[in-house]
Each structure stands twice: as C-alpha cells, then as structure tokens.
C-alpha cells in the first residue's frame, strides 16, 4: 500500500520473495473488488500467465494477508501483488507505466478490434458498481467485450480472463506450452 505505508506494498503472504514478472508485458489491476473469490480467481490467472496484479483499496471486503492466502491458494507466492490505499496512490504508482486500458460496459472500443502494446495495465472495476467517473476519465481507453444482447455483464474474472489472453496474445507473451 502506499500513503500511511509508505512505497506500494507487495503482499507479505509469501514465505519467500515473489516471482517478478516481465515488466514488458501487460499487468491486471483491480479497482476496489467486492468479492474475495474474484480476486482470488484473478490472482490465479495471473500466477498462470505470469502478470503482475495491482489491487486498489478499499476492497469490500477485509483484505489481510491470511485472505490473500486463503482466495489465492498457493498460487499467490507466484504473483507480484501491489497494494494501493487508493485510487490517487495507484495513479501516482502508474506514471512512468504503460497505458491505462479499462474495461467496462461502458466502452467505447471492442475487445475484437483494440490493440493491445506491451506495458499495458489492464483495469477491471467493482462488480457491484464498475468504476468511477473519475476512473473512465483517466484510462488512456475503455474497452468492452462483445456479448449476446440482454444481458447486464461478465464476471469480473472471466473478463480479466479473456482480455488478459487477447492482450498476450497480440503482444506475442502467451506463456510456452508446458508439455
């Protein structure tokens, strides 16, 4: 966390130093999440693709490090995780940092046709609420994920989910096959 912490904080539930992934590639945040199994499903894609994920405060629910651990299994150990106490001290953290590309229902550019770059942070808003005004203002683009007609929304993971492999697969950083 950064403010009354001081410098972003990466989360202290690992026994040893975080694996830190290619800076090169894109990273995930998440804009005050409501629900601690879609951060923990979020951080286990990240430990699968070997991205960064930035977690912006307040959550809504109590995010220590034992429920770090508990939502992300032992995959967390895999995952830089940055703390923000805010959304300022996130923007100030991402200033030297890629493109901030949000995705909301909102959107004014399709996933099918938006091209990702390397250093791109891929933003995700509450899935209560999505994100602030103050928040679409300052994405550099808002992306949405076509869907069939009638319906409200994704689960904030799947959509992390699909966009993530859409962004690694245009900056061509998809993980090798293991086997």
């Not at 703390?83 to 923007?91: A, K, L, M, N, P």
């Not at 994704?154 to 989910?161: P, S």
């Amino acid at each position: 966390m950064t403010g009354q912490w001081g410098t972003p904080h990466v989360a202290g539930c690992r026994k040893k130093a975080p694996h830190v992934p290619d800076p090169s590639k894109v990273r995930l945040a998440l804009y005050q999440p409501d629900i601690p199994q879609n951060l923990g499903a979020i951080l286990r894609l990240a430990a699968c693709f070997d991205v960064a994920v930035d977690i912006i405060e307040p959550c809504g629910f109590p995010l220590t490090d034992k429920a770090l651990r508990r939502t992300a299994m032992d995959y967390g150990a895999r995952v830089e995780i940055r703390r923000h106490d805010g959304w300022t001290s996130f923007r100030e953290s991402q200033r030297s940092a890629g493109r901030l590309v949000l995705f909301s229902t909102h959107g004014t550019a399709s996933l099918e046709t938006f091209e990702f770059q390397p250093g791109d942070c891929l933003l995700f808003g509450r899935e209560s609420a999505g994100a602030s005004e103050e928040v679409h203002a300052a994405a550099d683009a808002v992306v949405k994920l076509p869907m069939a007609a009638g319906v409200r929304s994704m689960n904030v993971a799947m959509t992390a989910g699909v966009a993530l492999w859409e962004a690694l697969r245009q900056i061509k950083a998809l993980p090798a096959s293991a086997g």
